[in-house]
């Protein structure tokens, strides 16, 4: 890591030519550069591109769904709609979706965020388990296992060698049908790595209108935890 001027910087050295420099969906910043490049040069090389940064950054930010508010009051977003929060204090933390609200019990702020990540799992898990059938019938493919955790800059992956896909928790918050094209999209990959002709065929084939789904879906990033 490369501290410049208070700016946090991942530096990645290897066999490249020049210097590049990017900001990922999550707001960090990552350098690559060449191997023997002079560390000064590299921080000189920042402080060139300093509001291009901030730029990028705010861009990023822009993007960024908003997040849950846990308060008692606030409201959690449960696929495409804001549901109301009661909060309750209590030793046992729990949360769970009861007429039309989020009722949360917890002892603290750090225990209700958990407790309200479950029912994230709970509710990713459950649609999930209700679609995925005919949706791998659809594209021919089904991964040996989904697994859901939170993620910052990506909605969904698939790892093709082990053939587990993983699907970002934060996907509750948006339209089930957004859900069912991150779905396709991973199952397709078990298809084809890539995104070329072969990929978007079978998204064709197993999901018509795609990617209007996928332009709404890019439209936000997940919310920063």
């Keep these: 890591m490369l501290d410049v001027d208070g700016l946090r910087v991942e530096l990645r050295r290897g066999p490249v030519k020049s210097v590049r420099l990017g900001v990922r969906p999550d707001?960090?910043?990552?350098l690559s550069a060449p191997s023997r490049a002079p560390e000064q040069r590299l921080r000189d090389f920042v402080r060139e591109h300093r509001q291009w940064l901030v730029e990028q950054k705010d861009r990023q930010d822009a993007r960024r769904a908003p997040a849950d508010h846990l308060r008692h009051g606030g409201r959690?977003?449960?696929?495409?709609?804001?549901?109301e929060v009661v909060r309750e204090h209590g030793s046992r933390a729990g949360a769970q979706v009861r007429e039309g609200r989020v009722h949360i019990v917890a002892p603290d702020d750090a225990a209700a965020e958990r407790a309200v990540e479950r029912l994230r799992r709970r509710e990713i898990g459950a649609r999930?388990?209700?679609?995925?059938?005919?949706?791998?019938?659809?594209?021919?493919?089904?991964?040996?296992?989904?697994?859901?955790?939170?993620?910052?800059?990506?909605?969904g992956t698939c790892n093709v060698v082990s053939r587990h896909i993983t699907l970002n928790t934060w996907l509750v918050q948006r339209p089930p049908?957004?859900?069912?094209?991150?779905?396709?999209h991973e199952l397709a990959h078990l298809v084809e790595r890539g995104h070329g002709p072969r990929f978007r065929?079978?998204?064709?084939?197993?999901l018509p209108g795609w990617r209007g789904i996928r332009e709404r879906l890019q439209s936000e990033a997940p919310p920063q935890p």
Excluded: T
């Design 27 to 30: 707001g960090s910043v990552r």
């Design 76 to 83: 959690v977003r449960l696929w495409g709609r804001w549901l």
């Design 128 to 155: 999930v388990e209700a679609i995925a059938p005919a949706l791998e019938q659809r594209v021919g493919r089904a991964p040996v296992a989904y697994r859901y955790r939170m993620m910052v800059s990506r909605w």
């Design 177 to 184: 049908d957004e859900l069912e094209y991150v779905l396709v």
């Design 201 to 206: 065929a079978v998204m064709d084939a197993a």
